[in-house]
């Protein structure tokens, strides 16, 4: 097993990493200081996981919560299911709230702590590649809205995150491949070592090589703790976490929660990332195709759903986070493994970006 911390200080918290932690109730029960535990899961991961976590929590009132799987449930909705569930059991303010299972548990679950009795403590035992290299890590907890994704929410950090290694045997492919997407992020936005290495070990990451994993887990978890340490409520450098983000939100919302996985949407919109990268002369064609091919050898789509239009995106893409003073910012690459938060870029640029994306086999 291998520990990281993420550095908040007095909320400063572990990130344990490797095979076989699920049943170790020793690095859950030290972060439960009450007698109340709600494990928060869903149809899928429950019946696979929950029994090892309820072992852990033998000797406590633990209860849990299992809604219904998919992106299309993170919402306000199934939100206030966790609440009534929480109510339900009468848990008071000493409870702990534990997400088991991926990104869209986490976030939810994460955001039910947050606001339940106006906070009570919360563990994250994320279960796909994505929510371990990423989602887990780092305190952004939310639901989306019809009209934009992930834009309700808080910053609210867990007690510590619980990286079972051996959870990801039963993932579907096309959601490991989902979680790559994030983890090649982290080499394109500051890490060229681990980008030079992710494009040696890609497909022993397929072939889930369970060293390869844990490296590439532990590499992406350093990366994300830095930056979360140095800037956790996103007042600069970790905006560059949305490498693709922000044209992924997009195509997310404009097909409908659910129909592109998140690492996918992520992944076509770090093609167009790059690719308006280079047409500003920050990356050349090489390294745009270098990207490319690691996207591609990842079976991750690099083009948007015919289906958006360029008006799309630029309708979608006015409802972001990173928006200052209505006007948009695009996290772009000056070089591979050097992003940069572009807050003028040219207009006629990003339409032929999208031009390109949209019309282009
Ligand atoms: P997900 O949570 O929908 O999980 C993907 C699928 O895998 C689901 O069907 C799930 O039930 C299933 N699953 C989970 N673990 C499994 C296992 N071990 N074996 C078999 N099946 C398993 O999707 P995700 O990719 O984990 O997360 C995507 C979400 O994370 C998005 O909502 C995105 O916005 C969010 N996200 C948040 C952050 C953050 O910083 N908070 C960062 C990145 C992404
Ligand atoms: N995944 C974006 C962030 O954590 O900031």
């Given at each position: 097993m291998k520990t990281l911390h993420v550095e908040l200080g007095d909320r400063r918290y572990p990130i344990h990493i490797g095979p076989g932690l699920l049943g170790h109730a020793e690095?859950?029960?030290?972060?439960?200081?009450?007698?109340?535990?709600?494990?928060?899961?869903?149809?899928?991961?429950?019946?696979?996981?929950?029994?090892?976590?309820?072992?852990?929590?033998?000797?406590?009132?633990?209860?849990?919560?299992?809604?219904?799987?998919?992106?299309?449930?993170?919402?306000?909705?199934?939100?206030?299911?966790?609440?009534?569930?929480?109510?339900?059991?009468?848990?008071?303010?000493?409870?702990?709230?534990?997400?088991?299972?991926?990104?869209?548990?986490?976030d939810l679950a994460g955001l039910a702590a947050a606001c339940y009795q106006r906070g009570v403590p919360f563990i994250q035992i994320p279960t796909t590649l994505l929510a371990q290299v990423d989602s887990s890590v780092g305190g952004k907890t939310a639901v989306n809205h019809p009209l934009g994704k992930n834009m309700i929410g808080a910053f609210y950090q867990p007690q510590c995150v619980l990286a079972d290694t051996d959870t990801l045997a039963t993932l579907p492919d096309r959601e490991l491949s989902a979680g790559l997407a994030e983890v090649i992020k982290y080499g394109l936005i500051r890490d060229l070592p681990f980008l030079?290495?992710?494009?040696?070990?890609?497909?022993?990451?397929?072939?889930?090589?369970?060293?390869?994993?844990?490296?590439?887990?532990?590499?992406?978890?350093?990366?994300?703790?830095?930056?979360?340490?140095?800037?956790?409520?996103?007042?600069?450098?970790?905006?560059?976490?949305?490498?693709?983000?922000?044209?992924?939100?997009?195509?997310?919302?404009?097909?409908?929660?659910?129909?592109?996985?998140?690492?996918?949407?992520?992944?076509?919109?770090?093609?167009?990332?790059?690719?308006?990268?280079?047409?500003?002369?920050?990356?050349?064609?090489?390294?745009?195709e270098r990207v490319y091919a690691l996207l591609t050898r990842a079976r991750l789509p690099l083009k948007p759903p015919p289906t958006l239009t360029s008006g799309d995106f630029l309708r979608l893409m006015a409802v972001d986070k990173k928006i200052k003073d209505g006007q948009l910012r695009l996290i772009l690459l000056r070089a591979l493994g050097q992003g940069v938060i572009a807050c003028d870029v040219d207009a006629r640029q990003l339409h032929e970006t999208l031009d390109h994306a949209l019309t282009h086999p």
């Open positions: 690095l859950l029960r030290p972060h439960i200081a009450g007698r109340q535990a709600l494990v928060v899961s869903n149809t899928t991961v429950a019946p696979l996981y929950l029994e090892p976590v309820r072992a852990a929590l033998d000797g406590l009132r633990h209860e849990a919560v299992i809604l219904p799987d998919g992106e299309q449930y993170k919402t306000l909705e199934t939100l206030n299911t966790v609440f009534t569930a929480l109510l339900n059991h009468r848990f008071d303010r000493h409870c702990t709230v534990i997400a088991l299972g991926g990104g869209v548990i986490g030079e290495w992710l494009e040696r070990h890609l497909e022993a990451l397929l072939a889930r090589d369970a060293t390869a994993l844990s490296e590439a887990i532990e590499r992406s978890c350093r990366n994300k703790a830095e930056i979360v340490a140095a800037d956790e409520r996103e007042t600069g450098e970790r905006a560059l976490l949305n490498l693709g983000h922000t044209f992924g939100h997009a195509i997310e919302t404009g097909v409908g929660y659910g129909e592109w996985l998140h690492g996918e949407a992520v992944a076509a919109g770090t093609v167009m990332a790059a690719d308006l990268s280079a047409r500003l002369g920050w990356l050349s064609q090489e390294c745009v």
